[in-house]
Nanobody
């Protein structure tokens, strides 16, 4: 099996920064796209940013220019650098990835989520 584990959430004030990390573990052969999603109370989960294994990135309009997604292939890790945070960025942030296991099965796991709270 494969798993994702996020870290780095917390409470910050508007205008401050946070860096989220997500590590993939398990019987990993190859990781394709990795991404960050978020869900606020009463809202559906939404895409924040994705990155391919070739480094091509995609961002939600609401975070473009403020957030940066990156990955470290050697560490099976994806990061989300969040700058100029706004109160509307408050949400549980989830990591997601397309992973091929050493048994050549395809997995699309989600992490457990990490809470980001931005106060005014």
């Amino acid at each position: 099996q494969v798993q994702l584990a996020e870290s780095g959430g917390g409470l910050v004030q508007a205008g401050e920064s946070l860096r989220l990390s997500c590590v993939a573990s398990g019987i990993i052969f190859k990781i394709y796209d990795m991404g960050w999603y978020r869900q606020s109370p009463g809202k559906e989960r939404e895409l924040v940013a994705t990155i391919t294994n070739g480094g091509v990135t995609n961002y939600a309009i609401s975070v473009e220019g403020r957030f940066t997604i990156s990955r470290d292939g050697a560490k099976n890790t994806v990061y989300l650098e969040m700058n100029s945070l706004k109160t509307e960025d408050t949400a549980v942030y989830y990591c997601n990835a397309k992973i091929i296991s050493t048994t050549l099965n395809t997995f699309n796991p989600w992490g457990q989520g990490t809470l980001v709270t931005v106060s005014s």
